[in-house]
């Protein structure tokens, strides 16, 4: 499958490997055409890796991940174009992170609305769906470093969509469990939990760690 990774980061390099590991065919996107970043991973990986701007990415796949900063991601979903998005699906796993006054980070959306709320209003040609974000990247796609039993929340308001995500996280990533927490408005508890996932960390001092809900 051609898939389009928005983002250059650790998020991008590490979902973007693991998917040419699966054998699809993986345009990951930046700013500028020349990303070093970009062009560093399409040189370590080889075949099935490719590299342009978000737009270049958006068009090139036909399954798109939003994994720019938090911050940033309407600016880079802007420059990837509604042409470029329309009628994919996206899976945004950005949290919307400030970094602005140092450690730790606050959201900068939040209680009432969501980084995803405002992208898929922002976007209303594609259709996004929320999803790994409350999880490190290597756990994302392998959530085996956990040991033990974790979930992971999902959102959006396209039911086949959600499907999709769903076979994805346990088809190609070997999630065991995934909680479908209903219209994309459950992004706000979903991105909500991450500072607590930041505090989480320093507590355990490691990023393999998830979240099991119990009743
Ligand atoms: N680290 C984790 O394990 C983890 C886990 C869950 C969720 N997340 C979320 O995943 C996302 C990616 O995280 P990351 O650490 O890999 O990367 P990041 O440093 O948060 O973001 C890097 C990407 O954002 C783009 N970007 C930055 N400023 C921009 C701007 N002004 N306009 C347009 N694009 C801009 C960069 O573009 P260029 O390529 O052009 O530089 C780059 O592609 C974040 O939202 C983060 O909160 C991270």
Known sequence: MKIGVLGT????????????????????GARSRDNEKAAAWVKQTGGGAAQGTFADAATAGELLWNCTAGVASLDALAAAG??????KLLI?????????????????????????????????????????????????????????????????NDAEAKGRVREIATGWFGWKSVLDLGDLTAARGIEGYVP????MYG?????????????
């Open 9 to 28: 980061g650790m998020v991008g390099e590490t979902i973007a490997t693991k998917l040419v590991a699966l054998g699809h065919q993986v345009t990951m």
């Open 82 to 87: 509604a042409d470029a998005l329309r009628g």
């Open 92 to 156: 945004d796993v950005a949290n919307p992170l400030d970094f602005s006054k140092g450690m730790p980070p606050s959201l900068s959306v939040g209680n009432t609305d969501s980084l995803a709320e405002q992208i898929q209003r922002a976007h209303p040609e594609c259709t996004v769906v929320k999803a790994f974000n409350t999880v490190n990247c290597h756990v994302m796609v392998d959530p085996g470093r956990v040991k033990g039993e974790h979930d992971l929340l999902i959102c959006g």
């Open 196 to 199: 607590l996932w930041v505090r």
């Open 203 to 215: 507590f355990f001092g490691s990023p393999d760690f998830g979240v099991k809900f119990v009743r």
